[in-house]
């Protein structure tokens, strides 16, 4: 059925290399001879994409088979790492293209080492969109990811003094061979301007919007293979253009400075990704690139809709549409205008449609993270989609008024408009009433979502809310990160597990085979040796591999608490200096992660994890036996060296603070175990680990709930514990270097606000460290208690997560049976 291309499909070693022969030559215009690794990486690539897009043409289906529902996931952020390895994996080939290249004399892991990754995402929300990709191809489910080509990615990060510094990510300066670019696709998204009201020929009220500005949306499409699936997903990413047609008059009326700044500002809108993780600046920019990528991304919909001959009034039939947090909930009155103004649909059908199609997830209680817009931004930018939202509104709060008749407060609660000061469109509240289904990413999360930030709405909408706990591709994180664990999990439960991660449940029997323990700690041991040489080569320091790695790797953030990490740290170097007999065992700590550029207190956390290293590193009192690392720049492909390398697993927020977490499962995957509080989906965790191999500390939510209603005293802590005081004396005292002011705002914080309640968990989180280093001093009962972390985290596979939206919210049938 499916045209015969098995010239470049073939998957023989002797045709891989014809075609990758082929490429280099015939796409890439370069003789062996003289290709360089990056034409190696460019040929690969292109071979391996003729088969994944082979796979594609086939399996989004031609006209003859009955539509299925299709899954369109919006999100303003992707983090798919780098995609070759991760295809040869997924289609079963990474030993035939290591073959048939080594027959060339050319050594795959350099090539893999060409990618440059795309960094078009923050953090936690970014990678889940693309872990949910990977495990849609897997489990066989059509569907596309929409989101925002940046030019310009996440910045990479270098630490220069000890400080982080921005560095352009300039991900495409090479090319970039994955990505198909559809002229045919591109749909035009307008801005500004006003409205005007007309008449049909039917006699019946319309609107029309007449924007100032349009905006062409070019579509560049990236496929996303599956593990071991005849399936793709499909990463459809817009790049803003200028519309041919952009001030002609200026032009040609000699005014070419006006003509080419409407086409500088057009291409400016998909320039670059905003670097903040969890907070909302109000940028204007920000808004049209929500708007731009939730336009275009509808009209593409209903333009596959029209090419399957069906109408607009069947839109909810057809697709199953996901809000990736608040970015793209625009697109509920984007749905609405579509339908209304330029299908001309009725009001209420519309609103069916549109209620029938969305559905949200949310990612964040953080206060300042929470997008608002204020309202007269939004009505210049968006002025038919602020009177869209008025009247959604208008209509809802009525019926709000009828069910709870003289309760004004909880209309002014629950209404889409802040109207408390100057006046706010509150995306979350648009994207709750928009959706049928509203869900939180752990089950702790979730609860908390219904008692405090959407608490009115889960009062009138209880069945509304739901929970999806997020999951991780063991494909990418555990298969191709950790080969040498992969290997022992496929002799011990069966080569199936990437696919069907509850089969790791087989090794539990073996937790107690010491023979098998001795394996397991070999291969943690190998990793730990080969991200102690990447340490080395990027940092200059030097880590003894058999000293228990102790990670903490994600974004810089005063509630992910990377500063009591540092408290613990140094208060253990004082403990060495005053009683070098002191029994504690070997350790490295290894932070990482990056900071928003403007947020002074994230890097300034940065900045003394560094001096910790400078001072202890080389102390010859300390003699090796605590190391402090902060690797530069994690992304994707550094966390595949990290993760599998780590003995410890920090998860150490503030409870009530993290969603869920995802570097929690990647490493408890991977066998660490972890030292957290109950926070996110370390509670789950920790429930299908067991407790005995879980380090637990800290306030619960509750408990810190509590303490902001009866207020708190953090000079207390500091006051009634010698060890806390000592350490922040210590800092400031300047002994880390760069004076005593250094690190003032950061211990001024600590002691007059901590809003995260750093000194109230200090003496706890001591204590579980404590816990930790007497089990790390047992090596058999430690390699148990990671086997069975491994054994145990079956559930946390995104093909799981994948499966309860398909069930639960999207209403869809994935093509492979459940395991
Ligand atoms: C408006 C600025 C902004 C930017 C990004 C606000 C909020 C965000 C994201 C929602 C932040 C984020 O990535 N949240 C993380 O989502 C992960 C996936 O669900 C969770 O595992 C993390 O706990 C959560 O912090």
Redesign the pocket.
Known sequence: KSPNTSLRTGTKAAEIRQAFLDHLTCSLGRLPAYASAHDHYLALALTVRDHVVHLGVSSFGGKESKPQRRVAYLSAEFLPGPHLANHLLNLGLSETARKALASLDIDLDAVLEQEEEPGLG????GR?ASCYLDSLATVGVQSIGYGIRYEFGIFDQQIRDGWQVEITDKWLHGGNPWEIHRPGAARDVGFGGHTESWTDDFGRHRVRWLPAITVRGEAYDTPISGYNSDHIALMRLWKSEATESFDFEAFNHGNYDRAVEQKVDSENLSKVLYP?????HGKELRLKQQFFFSSCSLQDMLRILEMQGAGPENFHEHWAVQLN?THPAVAVAELMRLLIDVHLLAWDQAWEITRATFSYTN??LLPE?L?KWPIDLFGELLPRHLEIILEINARFLDEVRAAFPGEDWRIARLSIIDENGPRYVRMAHLACVGSHTVNG?AELHSELVKQTVLADFAEIWPEKFTNVT?GVTPRRFVALANPGLSTLLSKAAGKTWPGKLSKLSKLEALADDAEFRAKWRQVKLANKSRLAELITERTGILTDPTSLFDVQVKRIHEYKRQHLNLLHILSLYLKIKRDPTADIPARTFIFGGKAAPGYFLAKQIIRISTAAGELINDDPDIAGRLKVVFFPDFNVRNAQYVYPAADLSEQISMAGM?????GNMKMSLNGALTIGTLD?ANVEIREAVGEENFFLFGLTADEVSEVEVCGHHPRQHYESDTELRETIDFIASGALGGGSGLFQPLIANLLEHDPYLVLADFRAYGEAQQRVSELWTNPEDWARASILNTARMGKFSSDRSIREYCQRIWKVKPGKPSE
């Open positions: 923050n953090g936690g929300l889940l903040n993780d969890s907070f909302r947090d990612h964040t993270a997008e990413v997020n993290e969603a869920s977490g995802t996110g």
